[in-house]
């Protein structure tokens, strides 16, 4: 039980390690590197559930009988752009969100955005050092 | 040309958003992404059309056969949904360069129509699409390009309200990857019409129960059921004002559409309904939904919050209607997806013009509105009357629909209770209609004109379709009527 589904144990721990990174730390990159290791153990589920025991990689040859499924595998290279996208847009936030707060830490952020909230009505431009 | 339409109903866009980068001047670039949009709504009218006369239309992509390629399904489901989506998109974007003038710095505006075309290019390709993993694909171009077009609001907040969307939006988006992926490890498949036929014979397993619940989280993060809607009010409230109207008009719809894609089509109503508890489950936080979000929107100062919460009690509305699992409670939700996108387009329509003209959205300074913009306050007005749900409007009908659905489903409680939600919408569209209509203006502040013509135009427009569809219901009912029945099976 334990052993057979060794890979499934493996993606599991990630993915509750990840989860628990992007719940419990306030830090917005850390947040990030959270999310990326959730991604991966998605990665790791699609790309461990495609491979056949003993199967090479799906080329067309005489030598070659038996072959690992190759389309989880190309689906998960899609996946992997999006991930890579997600992340990078994600640290461009963050760099936008430190030169607008002067700050990465989610508490912070929420300070000082209660305190515009209760200041004025008036509009804070982004750039804006509080 | 007129085989390939469902293909080009997402190519169109696709295409168009790389291409804005060649014209570079502004004003050029609206008028390319308008015309790209106009093509798209006009090739959805052409689907729909097709669709409502000769049945389902199947497009094989790039000619690889359905169960192994990758298969554009449209059926009367789909084509309504686009209708919604492109017709909104195009009536919105009339008044975009009028909008982010003053809104987004001048070397953004090409990015903004780029970004703008690729969001709806994903929201087309979701709906269009018959391929449970290309969904997820489309999922990341709307979302990722959604999340670049709120952090364009010139708020700070707009950015972490970005930021938190995109923590959220991602966790939905791999929910529903690893859900796809359990499916495939069961069956093989990703078309959804062969898992349909596939995953009964399965239905019993682990796998397919966890991959169902996964899937199901996922799409509620994305559609903003409570209590999964955190996200939502501050995403729109301090995001541009035309990327607002777009989302608040469509987004929630394409995630809606893809919970009953996944729940009455691929899953299969047995199994969701009867298998699974779904049913109290929707019934339960649709109702929650409905009350903690009205609630909520009667103490917001900001009016874009006001709204964005009352979008968060409409999504609840709309997912009692799926829980009655009923062809009469599914006509009601279609009819709501419709409804909804007009009444909320409207409202965000004319917010915008507010803020064009005054700079802020704060409650305190619509004191006076009422005789200073009459044309856009009537507007703002009759969309509310139109969420509260008043005869001659098309909230009306919706509503009137989603109460028959309950009593005839003997649900004669949760009938009174959305009575009472509706209720709620009185009040805080009634403390918008006396801050304008009721209140002197603030000492101090500058008198300002009416919107311009090119917000009045798009935000009549919608006004008027609100009211034609509350009295002449038999397009819209119609199509939501035959929809619900497809996806029941029953022949119409």
Same mark, same amino acid.
């Given at each position: 039980m334990i052993i057979g589904l060794f890979n499934d144990?493996?993606?599991?721990?990630?993915?509750?390690?990840g989860l628990y990174i992007v719940i419990a730390h306030g830090n917005l990159i850390k947040k990030l590197v959270g999310l990326s290791i959730f991604q991966t153990s998605v990665y790791i589920f699609y790309i461990s559930m495609a491979k056949v025991e003993g199967g090479s990689a799906p080329i067309l040859a005489e030598s070659i009988k038996q072959f690992s499924n190759p389309l989880p595998h190309v689906l998960i290279l899609t996946a992997i752009v999006v991930g890579i996208a997600t992340t990078a847009l994600g640290l461009a936030l963050v760099v936008r969100i430190k030169e607008a707060y002067g700050s990465v830490e989610e508490e912070d952020i929420q300070h000082l955005d209660n305190q515009t909230q209760t200041e004025s009505p008036k509009k804070v431009l982004e750039g804006d050092q509080a | 040309m007129i085989s390939h339409l469902p293909v080009l109903q997402v190519i169109v866009p696709l295409m168009a958003a790389p291409l804005c980068l060649l014209l570079?001047? $502004? *004003?050029?670039?609206?008028?390319?992404?308008?015309?790209?949009?106009?093509?798209?709504?006009?090739?959805?009218?052409?689907?729909l059309q097709q669709v409502m006369t000769s049945g389902v239309i199947s497009y094989e992509l790039?000619?690889?056969?359905?169960?192994?390629?990758?298969? #554009?399904r449209i059926d009367k489901l789909n084509a309504f949904l686009l209708l919604i989506i492109t017709a909104i998109s195009t009536v919105v974007?009339? $008044?975009? *360069? +009028?909008?982010?003038?003053?809104?987004?710095?001048?070397?953004?505006? +090409?990015?903004?129509y780029i970004l703008y075309l690729l969001s709806l290019t994903g929201m087309l390709g979701i709906v269009s699409t018959g391929d449970a993993f290309n969904v997820f694909v489309f999922l990341e171009i709307s979302s990722l390009?959604? #999340?670049a077009l709120i952090a364009l609001g010139n708020d700070r907040r707009a950015l972490w309200a970005s930021y938190q969307y995109l923590i959220m939006g991602t966790i939905g988006a791999t929910f529903i990857l690893i859900g796809i992926g359990l499916m #495939?490890?069961? +069956?093989?498949?990703l078309n959804m019409e062969d898992l349909s036929q596939r995953l009964p014979q399965v239905a019993q397993t682990r796998t397919v129960f966890t991959a169902f619940v996964f899937v199901i989280v996922g799409v509620c993060l994305k559609l903003a059921l409570f209590p999964l809607h955190l996200w939502l009010p501050n995403a729109y409230a301090y995001?541009?004002?035309?990327?607002?109207?777009?989302?608040?008009?469509? $987004?929630t719809k394409v995630a809606i559409y893809l919970l009953i894609r996944f729940t009455f089509t691929v899953f299969g109503l047995s199994f969701s309904f009867t298998t699974l508890p779904l049913q109290g489950l929707f019934l339960t936080l649709g109702l929650a939904g409905i009350f903690v979000a009205s609630s909520a929107a009667i103490y917001q100062k900001n009016v874009k919050h006001i709204f964005a919460y009352s979008s968060i009690a409409q999504v609840g509305y709309i997912i009692v209607g799926i829980s009655t699992s009923t062809v009469m409670g599914l006509t009601a939700t279609l009819l709501h997806l419709f409804n909804h996108a007009l009444m909320k387009s409207a409202i965000f329509l004319a917010l915008g013009a507010v803020v064009y003209r005054l700079g802020t959205i704060q409650l305190s300074s619509f004191h006076g509105l009422g005789r200073q913009m009459p044309l856009t306050m009537a507007a703002v007005t009759i969309g509310g009357l139109s969420l509260i749900g008043v005869p001659l409007t098309v909230g009306f009908v919706s509503k009137w629909y989603l109460l028959i659905a309950l009593i005839e489903k003997g649900w004669w409680l949760v009938a009174i209770l959305i009575l009472l939600g509706s209720l709620l919408a009185v009040v805080y569209v009634w403390r918008i209609v006396e801050a304008a209509y009721f209140k002197e203006p603030?000492?101090?502040?500058?008198?300002?004109?009416?919107?311009?013509?090119?917000?009045?135009?798009?935000?009549?427009?919608?006004?008027? $379709?609100?009211?034609y569809f509350g009295l002449d219901t038999r397009l819209s009912v119609q199509v939501a009527q035959s929809a619900a029945q497809g996806l029941f099976g029953v022949s119409p």
């Open positions: 144990w493996v993606v599991v721990v990630l993915m509750m390690i | 570079r001047r $502004a *004003q050029l670039v609206w008028l390319f992404a308008l015309l790209a949009s106009s093509l798209a709504f006009l090739i959805s009218i052409l689907l790039g000619g690889w056969e359905a169960p192994w390629g990758i298969e #554009y974007l009339i $008044a975009a *360069q +009028t909008s982010i003038e003053k809104e987004i710095p001048k070397e953004k505006h +090409t990015l903004f390009s959604a #999340y #495939y490890q069961m +069956t093989g498949t995001a541009p004002s035309i990327v607002t109207v777009f989302f608040a008009a469509t $987004a603030l000492a101090g502040s500058m008198p300002v004109k009416e919107a311009p013509m090119l917000f009045l135009i798009p935000i009549w427009t919608l006004i008027i $379709a609100n009211i």
